[in-house]
Protein backbone atom coordinates (compact mmCIF):
# COMPACT_ATOMS: atom_id res chain seq x y z
CA UNK A 1 0.00 0.00 0.00
CA UNK A 2 1.03 3.08 -0.59
CA UNK A 3 1.65 5.66 2.20
CA UNK A 4 3.76 7.85 4.37
CA UNK A 5 5.86 6.92 7.14
CA UNK A 6 7.32 8.68 10.54
CA UNK A 7 9.82 7.18 12.78
CA UNK A 8 10.19 6.99 15.34
CA UNK A 9 6.78 7.73 16.87
CA UNK A 10 8.26 8.56 20.36
CA UNK A 11 11.77 10.25 21.13
CA UNK A 12 13.58 11.48 23.88
CA UNK A 13 16.27 13.62 23.08
CA UNK A 14 18.69 14.89 25.76
CA UNK A 15 19.23 18.76 25.80
CA UNK A 16 21.87 19.87 23.62
CA UNK A 17 21.77 16.79 21.44
CA UNK A 18 20.98 17.20 17.72
CA UNK A 19 18.09 14.48 16.42
CA UNK A 20 16.73 13.43 13.59
CA UNK A 21 13.17 12.54 12.87
CA UNK A 22 12.96 10.19 9.15
CA UNK A 23 10.49 10.66 7.18
CA UNK A 24 9.19 8.47 3.78
CA UNK A 25 7.18 8.14 1.13
CA UNK A 26 6.11 6.16 -2.12
CA UNK A 27 2.97 7.77 -3.29
CA UNK A 28 5.06 9.37 -5.70
CA UNK A 29 4.28 12.91 -4.51
CA UNK A 30 6.41 16.08 -5.48
CA UNK A 31 6.44 18.32 -2.35
CA UNK A 32 7.10 17.46 1.53
CA UNK A 33 6.57 19.38 4.44
CA UNK A 34 7.30 19.80 7.80
CA UNK A 35 5.12 20.54 10.15
CA UNK A 36 5.23 21.37 14.31
CA UNK A 37 2.01 20.95 16.26
CA UNK A 38 1.92 21.91 20.42
CA UNK A 39 -0.63 20.86 22.25
CA UNK A 40 -3.98 22.24 21.63
CA UNK A 41 -2.91 23.95 18.77
CA UNK A 42 -3.00 24.30 15.52
CA UNK A 43 0.09 23.17 12.69
CA UNK A 44 3.24 25.31 11.67
CA UNK A 45 5.07 24.92 8.95
CA UNK A 46 8.75 24.31 9.41
CA UNK A 47 9.98 23.49 6.18
CA UNK A 48 8.83 22.44 2.76
CA UNK A 49 10.28 20.63 -0.68
CA UNK A 50 9.34 21.22 -3.91
CA UNK A 51 11.25 19.45 -5.64
CA UNK A 52 14.53 17.08 -5.09
CA UNK A 53 17.74 18.74 -4.19
CA UNK A 54 15.50 22.33 -2.65
CA UNK A 55 13.65 23.29 0.17
CA UNK A 56 12.38 26.69 1.46
CA UNK A 57 11.86 27.97 5.18
CA UNK A 58 8.59 27.69 6.82
CA UNK A 59 7.31 30.04 9.17
CA UNK A 60 9.28 28.86 11.93
CA UNK A 61 12.60 26.84 10.78
CA UNK A 62 15.64 28.70 13.24
CA UNK A 63 16.71 25.42 15.03
CA UNK A 64 15.85 23.14 12.49
CA UNK A 65 17.28 21.71 9.55
CA UNK A 66 16.39 19.59 6.14
CA UNK A 67 17.57 17.68 3.40
CA UNK A 68 16.14 16.48 0.28
CA UNK A 69 18.49 14.11 -1.35
CA UNK A 70 15.75 11.64 -2.90
CA UNK A 71 12.39 12.32 -4.09
CA UNK A 72 10.69 9.96 -1.31
CA UNK A 73 12.56 10.82 1.50
CA UNK A 74 12.65 14.13 3.21
CA UNK A 75 14.39 14.62 6.71
CA UNK A 76 14.23 16.84 9.78
CA UNK A 77 17.31 17.57 12.05
CA UNK A 78 15.93 19.49 15.12
CA UNK A 79 19.05 21.11 16.28
CA UNK A 80 20.42 22.23 19.79
CA UNK A 81 20.07 25.48 18.78
CA UNK A 82 16.08 24.84 19.06
CA UNK A 83 14.74 26.53 22.19
CA UNK A 84 11.86 24.06 23.20
CA UNK A 85 12.13 21.36 20.85
CA UNK A 86 8.88 19.41 22.46
CA UNK A 87 5.92 18.83 20.49
CA UNK A 88 4.30 16.58 18.05
CA UNK A 89 5.84 17.08 14.39
CA UNK A 90 4.23 15.60 11.27
CA UNK A 91 5.13 14.81 7.73
CA UNK A 92 3.03 15.20 4.61
CA UNK A 93 3.74 14.99 1.27
CA UNK A 94 1.59 16.05 -1.69
CA UNK A 95 1.17 16.34 -5.72
CA UNK A 96 2.19 20.12 -6.96
CA UNK A 97 -1.01 21.72 -6.19
CA UNK A 98 -3.47 22.25 -9.30
CA UNK A 99 -7.16 22.16 -10.16
CA UNK A 100 -7.90 18.22 -9.13
CA UNK A 101 -9.76 17.21 -6.48
CA UNK A 102 -6.85 15.21 -5.34
CA UNK A 103 -4.47 17.48 -3.90
CA UNK A 104 -4.85 17.09 -0.56
CA UNK A 105 -2.12 16.41 2.02
CA UNK A 106 -1.25 12.79 2.89
CA UNK A 107 0.32 12.81 6.54
CA UNK A 108 2.35 10.63 8.42
CA UNK A 109 1.54 9.33 11.76
CA UNK A 110 3.90 11.50 13.52
CA UNK A 111 6.92 11.83 15.87
CA UNK A 112 6.30 12.53 19.54
CA UNK A 113 9.72 14.46 20.51
CA UNK A 114 10.02 15.01 23.89
CA UNK A 115 13.36 16.91 25.54
CA UNK A 116 14.30 15.13 28.62
CA UNK B 1 2.52 35.06 4.76
CA UNK B 2 -0.95 33.99 4.51
CA UNK B 3 -2.93 33.87 7.24
CA UNK B 4 -6.54 32.00 8.10
CA UNK B 5 -8.11 33.06 11.20
CA UNK B 6 -10.94 29.77 12.67
CA UNK B 7 -13.60 30.04 14.71
CA UNK B 8 -14.86 28.80 17.48
CA UNK B 9 -11.53 27.12 18.95
CA UNK B 10 -13.67 24.76 21.07
CA UNK B 11 -17.36 23.57 20.77
CA UNK B 12 -19.07 20.93 22.78
CA UNK B 13 -22.74 19.66 21.55
CA UNK B 14 -25.03 16.95 22.60
CA UNK B 15 -25.28 14.15 20.26
CA UNK B 16 -28.08 15.09 17.30
CA UNK B 17 -27.16 18.38 17.50
CA UNK B 18 -25.42 20.55 14.67
CA UNK B 19 -22.05 21.97 14.21
CA UNK B 20 -20.32 24.66 12.65
CA UNK B 21 -17.01 25.76 12.21
CA UNK B 22 -15.54 28.90 10.03
CA UNK B 23 -12.71 30.02 8.57
CA UNK B 24 -11.74 33.36 7.03
CA UNK B 25 -8.74 35.47 5.41
CA UNK B 26 -7.79 39.12 4.26
CA UNK B 27 -6.60 37.78 1.28
CA UNK B 28 -7.95 36.23 -1.78
CA UNK B 29 -7.32 32.77 -1.22
CA UNK B 30 -6.89 30.42 -4.65
CA UNK B 31 -8.45 27.37 -2.76
CA UNK B 32 -9.22 25.86 0.84
CA UNK B 33 -9.15 22.71 1.77
CA UNK B 34 -10.44 20.44 5.44
CA UNK B 35 -8.82 18.09 7.23
CA UNK B 36 -10.01 16.11 10.60
CA UNK B 37 -7.68 14.94 13.09
CA UNK B 38 -8.96 12.16 15.74
CA UNK B 39 -7.61 12.59 19.07
CA UNK B 40 -4.40 11.35 19.35
CA UNK B 41 -4.10 10.76 15.48
CA UNK B 42 -2.85 12.52 12.21
CA UNK B 43 -4.90 15.30 10.33
CA UNK B 44 -6.48 13.13 7.23
CA UNK B 45 -7.55 15.39 4.26
CA UNK B 46 -11.44 15.93 3.85
CA UNK B 47 -11.59 18.03 0.54
CA UNK B 48 -10.85 20.71 -1.56
CA UNK B 49 -13.18 23.67 -2.88
CA UNK B 50 -11.40 25.96 -5.55
CA UNK B 51 -14.38 27.50 -7.28
CA UNK B 52 -16.40 30.94 -5.84
CA UNK B 53 -19.68 30.35 -4.39
CA UNK B 54 -18.88 26.13 -4.71
CA UNK B 55 -20.68 23.94 -2.33
CA UNK B 56 -20.02 20.14 -1.76
CA UNK B 57 -21.52 17.65 0.01
CA UNK B 58 -20.26 14.53 2.18
CA UNK B 59 -23.02 12.77 3.99
CA UNK B 60 -23.67 14.75 6.94
CA UNK B 61 -20.83 17.16 6.05
CA UNK B 62 -21.59 20.28 4.21
CA UNK B 63 -18.07 22.61 2.87
CA UNK B 64 -18.77 26.12 1.42
CA UNK B 65 -16.51 28.56 -0.25
CA UNK B 66 -17.41 32.04 -0.31
CA UNK B 67 -18.28 34.05 -3.18
CA UNK B 68 -15.23 36.76 -2.51
CA UNK B 69 -12.65 33.37 -1.97
CA UNK B 70 -11.79 34.61 1.47
CA UNK B 71 -13.73 32.55 3.87
CA UNK B 72 -14.72 28.80 4.04
CA UNK B 73 -16.87 27.08 6.45
CA UNK B 74 -18.15 23.17 7.59
CA UNK B 75 -21.11 21.90 9.02
CA UNK B 76 -22.27 18.79 10.31
CA UNK B 77 -25.87 17.87 10.62
CA UNK B 78 -26.77 15.84 13.61
CA UNK B 79 -23.36 15.68 15.31
CA UNK B 80 -22.54 11.50 16.00
CA UNK B 81 -19.51 10.82 18.34
CA UNK B 82 -17.51 9.45 15.82
CA UNK B 83 -17.44 13.34 14.37
CA UNK B 84 -15.30 14.04 17.64
CA UNK B 85 -12.17 15.73 16.51
CA UNK B 86 -10.35 18.36 15.65
CA UNK B 87 -10.98 20.48 12.23
CA UNK B 88 -8.62 21.84 10.38
CA UNK B 89 -9.33 24.60 7.25
CA UNK B 90 -6.16 24.85 5.32
CA UNK B 91 -5.78 27.75 2.57
CA UNK B 92 -3.49 28.29 -0.24
CA UNK B 93 -2.64 31.65 -1.08
CA UNK B 94 -2.71 32.93 -4.85
CA UNK B 95 1.07 33.02 -4.38
CA UNK B 96 1.94 30.27 -2.27
CA UNK B 97 3.07 27.36 -4.50
CA UNK B 98 2.01 24.26 -2.92
CA UNK B 99 2.54 25.41 0.85
CA UNK B 100 -1.18 25.44 2.66
CA UNK B 101 -1.13 27.62 6.23
CA UNK B 102 -3.83 26.15 8.28
CA UNK B 103 -6.24 27.50 10.59
CA UNK B 104 -6.02 26.74 14.24
CA UNK B 105 -8.03 24.39 14.16
CA UNK B 106 -11.94 24.30 16.20
CA UNK B 107 -12.13 20.72 18.59
CA UNK B 108 -15.45 19.56 18.69
CA UNK B 109 -16.73 17.45 21.55
CA UNK B 110 -20.06 15.20 21.39
CA UNK B 111 -21.81 14.16 24.47
CA UNK B 112 -23.40 11.14 23.53
Known amino acids: DGGITQSPKYLFRKEGQNVTLSCEQNLNHDAMYWYRQDPGQGLRLIYY???????QKGDIAEGYSVSREKKESFPLTVTSAQKNPTAFYLC???????????????FGSGTRLTVV | GQQVMQIPQYQHVQEGEDFTTYCNSS?????IQWYKQRPGGHPVFLIQLVKSGEVKKQKRLTFQFGEAKKNSSLHITATQTTDVGTYFCAAKGETSGSRLTFGEGTQLTVNP
Open chain 1, 49 to 55: SQIVNDF
Open chain 2, 27 to 31: TTLSN
Open chain 1, 92 to 106: ASSFLQGLSANYGYT
